[in-house]
């Protein structure tokens, strides 16, 4: 509908609007004003939709001042995505690698054989895993695509590149438009990465297992 703003109180932000070729008064509210590079005045000539409120009284629910220039939205803030940083736990964990160090070469010194230092050895890797594999969280769970500069949230995939010590992310949209401009042999290179990585702890079972052999007393026949 179009119509004209006949009264205005600047001072408690709302109005009436009278329709062209009618006599009646609509009521609106600064609210329910498009945004503009300036407020209402009377006389402006205005584009505007109306609906009924809660006890049935019409009002404008979308004012639009002709002539007058929408003022621009605000600039999203980019969300700057922290690096990792060691925590309590990762110093702690590092202190208990020194003692276990000091440990297993003071008793491979001492006895002159590896299998000494195996136990402390052991669990010397198994902290080592323990610290490799922890998965940190970012402080923010949203962050900003370094490509589109949209705002997303964190999946799994960001958090472990985040946890890589990657600081430009991307969104699912902008990773998927890579992935796809990538060859493929370089994407059944990364599956195959990603699904063969060893891990610590297959490295301490062998470790375990050659100690227990090598400590085994022989038998006469």
């Not at 003071?106 to 594999?133: D, H, Q, R």
């Not at 949230?153 to 010590?165: F, K």
């Not at 600081?167 to 949209?173: F, H, T």
């Amino acid at each position: 509908m179009n119509g004209k703003i006949t009264s205005w109180k600047d001072e408690k932000g709302f109005g009436f609007i009278t329709p062209d070729g009618k006599n009646e008064q609509v009521f609106f509210h600064i609210s329910s004003v498009k945004k503009a590079t300036r407020k209402p005045e009377v006389g402006d000539a205005v584009v505007f939709e109306t609906a009924k409120d809660s006890q049935g009284r019409l009002k404008a629910t979308y004012v639009l001042l002709e002539g007058v220039l929408l003022a621009k939205p605000a600039a999203s803030k980019k969300i700057v995505t922290e690096p990792v940083k060691k925590d309590a736990l990762d110093y702690f964990t590092y202190f208990i690698l020194v003692i276990l160090f000091v440990i297993s070469l003071g008793l491979f010194m001492k006895t002159g054989t590896p299998v000494s230092a195996l136990v402390p050895g052991a669990i010397f890797l198994v902290i080592s895993f323990f610290i490799s594999s922890r998965k940190k969280q970012p402080a923010n769970k949203l962050f900003s695509c370094s490509k589109c500069r949209s705002v997303s949230s964190h999946d799994e995939r960001t958090v472990l590149a985040w946890n890589r010590g990657f600081n430009r992310l991307y969104c699912k949209s902008c990773h998927q438009a890579w992935l796809r401009e990538q060859p493929k042999e370089q994407q059944e290179s990364r599956s195959s990465y990603a699904s063969s990585k060893p891990g610590c702890l297959g490295l301490f079972l062998v470790i375990a297992s050659l100690g227990r052999a090598k400590a085994r007393p022989l038998t006469k026949r």
